[in-house]
């Protein structure tokens, strides 16, 4: 594989491949706060994905290596191996396939979703609580809009939350963990709201999402609060998809009608109900405009 190509997208400069943990993220050795490594390795994600489609081989080595450096370098205890191994004069690569479960570099990851298009920052929407019916079209789009994202980035958890038991330690899972929480920080004001109207289903997730550092914080917790965030996870996912349902159908029902409007819409419905009468009327004006005009003839 081209690597010199990879290297170009990453930022790196020119040398051997793969390069350690630190120089694949731009950082100095010992160089690791935790938020930035999460957000280097979000931009550099970003940067790959754009390649995918020309370059899968080039693109899935260049995901699972900052997937690798992320795993390790938000590790205390592996971050302190790794830097160990860097400062020995016999320090060499390891293969990729090692304990962390990368993928192999042969194989395509799935294509990531089409980027959601940004909601407009005008003015900040509640989302509904209880029966709260939205006062203009408008409004009901923008909350469409807005539950539709949350949604999506709320099912992008299911690979770190969905199962208790899963260690988080493939680089898939760990990706769509941080790209999750990414995605729902800047709708944390809206996802308050949609939490408070369904009782608080959903509030240890958002409160794991608040946190800072969301790997870190992840990896302590015990085997218990794991399968709790895993159960809230699902009945919020719930929650969600059937508050999404509501606002699609009053997007269908519940639409203004249109200025002069009303009355002919109403009668094309009755027509549609029944064509019979509809017809009998049609065929008694036919007849008495025949009749007009056969007494009307000289």
Not at 100 to 110: C, E, I, Q, R
Not at 203 to 211: A, F, G, N, S, Y
Request: charged share 25%.
């Amino acid at each position: 594989m081209d690597y010199a190509l990879l290297r170009s997208w990453l930022g790196l400069p020119s040398g051997e491949w793969p390069p350690n943990h630190y120089a694949l993220l731009g950082l100095e050795v010992g160089q690791c706060d935790p938020a930035e490594v999460e957000a280097i390795v979000l931009v550099r994600m970003d940067r790959l994905r754009m390649h995918q489609l020309l370059h899968p081989e080039l693109v899935t080595e260049g995901m699972n290596r900052l997937a690798q450096a992320l795993i390790c370098l938000t590790d205390p205890v592996a971050r302190a191996a790794h830097d160990a191994e860097l400062r020995s004069p016999e320090a060499e690569p390891k293969p990729l396939a090692d304990t962390y479960g990368m993928l192999p570099s042969t194989a395509n990851p799935p294509l990531p979703s089409p980027p959601e298009e940004p909601t407009p920052a005008a003015e900040p929407l509640a989302l509904p609580v209880g029966d709260w019916q939205p006062r203009t079209r408008r409004e009901l789009f923008a909350l469409l809009a807005v539950m539709r994202r949350l949604l999506v980035a709320w099912r992008r958890l299911k690979p770190a939350l969905a199962d208790p038991d899963e260690p988080l330690a493939r680089p898939a899972a760990v990706l769509a963990l941080l790209e999750a929480v990414a995605d729902l920080r800047p709708l944390l004001d809206h996802l308050q709201s949609l939490v408070a109207s369904t009782g608080g289903t959903g509030t240890l997730v958002m409160e794991m999402i608040r946190q800072r550092f969301a790997l870190p914080t992840f990896r302590t917790l015990s085997t218990e609060q794991r399968g709790a965030l895993s159960l809230d996870w699902r009945r919020a996912e719930q929650s969600f998809t059937h508050e999404l349902n509501r606002l699609r159908e009053l997007v269908r029902t519940g639409r203004p009608p249109r200025r002069g409007g009303h009355r002919t819409g109403k009668f094309f419905r009755w027509a549609t109900r029944t064509p019979e009468v509809l017809l009998l009327v049609l065929a008694i004006v036919t007849v008495l405009v025949v009749t007009l005009r056969v007494r009307c003839e000289p």
